[in-house]
Structure formats: C-alpha cells, structure tokens
C-alpha cells in the first residue's frame, strides 16, 4: 500500500489528510436506470461514509434522488387513493340521498378546490416537483437512516 500512496496524483494525498470532505451523490448516482434506488451503490457509499466516519473524519453527503424518489412514492399513492376517491364519489350520492354533508368535509373540498391552482404548464411542473422533492426527501432520509445504522453511524 505505501507503494501505491507514492504513485497516487498530489491531489488524492491532500484527500487524504483531510479532516473534512463533501461527498455529492447525483440522481444517476443513487437511482437505477428505471428511477428505483440504486442499493448496491448507496451502500457502497454509505460503508465508505462509515469508514470515513471511523476514522475521525467529518463527512458531509450531499444527496440527489427526492424528486425521483417522490414521483415514485406519489405515483403509487395516487394508484392506491383511485379505490378512495370511487369511495368518496360512492358517499356523496349517499349523502344527498340523506340531506347534505357535513362541514368538515365541506372545508376539506373548499380547500382541495380552491381556484389559486397553478395554471401554466411551468407552474404545474413547479408545483408537481416540489411535492414530488418533499415526498421523496422523506423516504430517501428513511433509506439513509436505516442503511447508517448498519453501520452504527
């Protein structure tokens, strides 16, 4: 090894010895091809993290892959609610068969169809992304967490 530290580029060496790094994932680096997320890469990186960490190094990730990880995780909800919204249709014609809704629901609709919706295609792919990087910042935070903690970081 100390063989190959002499022929490594200065640059590497000053790695090295660093007592901080930033370590940045990008969304072809955490992500399959089909958009699922890449495990055996983030592992790989989470295990170097780890060893990193070990040695008393402070890393700083960086990670892309919410949107992605959101579209998916949206998607899927949006397949699973189409059963709840049929429900829903079900209800309302049940409840004007017996006077009325009540106001909870009146509220919750008002929200729901308020008229300050995104109108151009800009503004709805705006509005879609950032649910999407809310969405996914969650499950991807719940990914790293559980793959740290394989490693006791």
Do not use: W
């Amino acid at each position: 090894t100390i063989l190959r530290y002499k022929m490594e580029p200065p640059s590497r060496a000053m790695v090295r010895c660093a007592r901080r790094v930033v370590v940045k994932a990008g969304t072809s680096v955490v992500t399959n091809e089909d958009g699922r997320p890449s495990l055996v890469r983030l592992g790989a990186i989470v295990e170097q993290i780890s060893e990193l960490h070990r040695a008393g190094v402070q890393v700083i990730f960086v990670s892309s892959g919410a949107v992605g990880m959101g579209k998916r995780l949206l998607r899927k909800q949006t397949r699973f609610n189409m059963s709840f919204a049929e429900l829903h249709a079900e209800e309302k014609s049940e409840e004007r068969k017996h006077g009325g809704s009540p106001a909870r629901v009146n509220s919750f609709l008002s929200f729901v169809e308020r008229n300050n919706r995104p109108s151009t295609a800009a503004e709805i792919k705006k509005t879609y992304d950032s649910a999407c990087a809310a969405a996914g910042q969650f499950e991807m935070m719940n990914l790293y967490s559980s793959l740290f903690n394989q490693f006791d970081v």
